[in-house]
């Protein structure tokens, strides 16, 4: 199973969507990205697993945190 | 507790000493996890970030606010109110502020009454707040920044008043909680001021270099420093995200760890502990100056602020010095309320307690003063 990442507006976000990720079971990896991936150059993503992408962007959505998927991202 | 050859009375210059407990915090961030916090994506700078977000959410909790992110952390009480009123008022219109304000709040409104052409009024603290800030209320007054305790007097102002006198008028709240928080509690549900202002390093037992700025809602007015924020590089201006967009450059991670176990420290003694022991060690000061034939300027909120007949405040607290009592004399940088008070000459003595005084600390400074 892949992984996907999930691009957040600064490390701010990704600590607090990691956090809540966790309390529901979700493990994340909070990464840095690079040009390739954001508009602006350089930011932060979390890294999850494919399976738990579903309940993740629920999570994140519900918590108003906004997010990019990154495609192809290793 | 952390033993000292000092009777600290200077607490709301700053705390000391602190809690072993924010030592140990303080000390444990510098051995293991200090790396630069949003920066990088190693083992230490996450680490770090995790702890800067768990202060957040400690101080947003602890002002009853739901959304850590609005907790901006300054380097102290001074940098969030020049960033807070330096960020809103940019435009001509008329301010309320009151006449207990520390140069804090008062130097940052008076370059932007410079700059803008802001007009200021000042209410009277000793006069019921609808009394005294209702008449100044004109057409274009947009604006309420207040202390909330007095760093001379040691008076307290009714929060609640004050956010229903800003409600009804719709004005904007800018609030200086430097010698509040830590001694009463702040609940941003029941008095929601639109910006809170205050140090770390006063009665929330953090290290100097910590403060924070508390925003009601997600606001982007302009930014008092640009630099680097940690993602967007190629963006030009600071972004609009918050926190970042109002903390350029590192944070001071240790200070905010400090914060962050303050807090703690604080939350775990619980608030009505804090003001029994504070209401009775200012019982006993009141006492201790009455006893001693001091004129007291006022003795509230564990502040009081005195003069000894035939001593020039700069000599009383030399000669408690003297004795390693730690007072400060002086303007104590409020003007305003010391050209009321008349005491705009020669400043006066104030002795300012924190929970972690004691008894005996009160009575080595009655017997100081005493001979």
């Known amino acids: ?74 | 507790m952390v033993m000292s050859k000092y009777t600290y009375l200077d607490n709301a210059a700053t705390t000391f000493p602190k809690p072993r407990y924010v030592i140990k915090e303080v000390v444990k961030c510098l051995k293991e996890y200090c790396g630069n916090p949003g920066r990088s994506a190693h083992k230490l700078s996450l680490l770090a970030a995790e702890i800067v977000y768990d202060t957040r959410e400690r101080v947003a909790e602890y002002i009853g606010l739901s959304t850590p992110e609005r907790i901006i952390f300054t380097s102290n009480a001074t940098h969030a109110l020049n960033t807070a009123i330096k960020g809103k008022l940019n435009h001509k219109c008329h301010v309320i502020t009151s006449d207990l304000e520390h140069n804090s709040v008062l130097r940052p409104i008076y370059r932007q009454m410079q700059l803008h052409g802001i007009e200021l009024s000042y209410y009277d603290s000793d006069i019921p707040l609808y009394d005294s800030i209702i008449p100044l209320i004109r057409d274009n007054t947009e604006f309420l920044i207040t202390t909330l305790a007095s760093n001379v007097t040691g008076r307290i102002i009714d929060t609640n008043i004050i956010y229903e006198i800003a409600n009804k008028y719709k004005l904007y709240t800018i609030v200086d909680a430097s010698q509040y928080l830590g001694h009463m509690s702040l609940d941003i549900n029941k008095t929601p001021f639109d910006i809170v202002c205050a140090p770390g390093h006063k009665s929330l037992f953090g290290m100097q270099g910590s403060g924070f700025m508390a925003l009601l809602n997600e606001e982007t007015f302009p930014t008092l420093l640009e630099g680097g924020s940690g993602s967007e590089t190629y963006n030009p201006y600071m972004p609009s995200t918050l926190p970042e967009r109002y903390e350029a450059g590192t944070v001071n991670t240790p200070a905010i760890a400090s914060l962050g176990a303050g807090i703690s420290y604080l939350s775990a003694l619980g608030n009505s502990f804090i003001r029994e022991k504070l209401n009775k060690l200012t019982i006993r000061l009141h006492e201790i100056l009455y006893d001693v034939g001091a004129t007291v300027y006022g003795c509230e909120n564990g502040i009081a602020t005195f003069d000894m007949s035939n001593e020039l405040s700069r000599e009383v607290v030399e000669r408690l010095d003297e004795k390693n009592i730690c007072v400060r004399g002086g303007l104590h940088c409020a003007p305003i309320i010391h050209r009321k008070l008349g005491t705009e000459e020669h400043g006066a003595v104030r002795v300012s307690l924190s929970i972690l005084n004691s008894i005996e600390d009160l009575d080595r400074l009655y017997f100081a003063l005493k001979n």
């Open chain 1, 1 to 74: 199973m892949g992984t996907t990442v999930l691009a957040v507006k600064s490390s701010t976000y990704g600590i607090m969507a990691k956090k809540h990720l966790k309390k529901e079971g979700i493990s994340s990896k909070l990464i840095k990205l690079d040009t390739e991936a954001t508009e602006n150059g350089c930011g932060y993503g979390i890294r999850i697993e494919n399976r738990d992408f579903f309940r993740a962007v629920a999570i994140l959505g519900r918590l108003r945190i906004e997010y990019t998927v990154v495609n192809g991202y290793e």
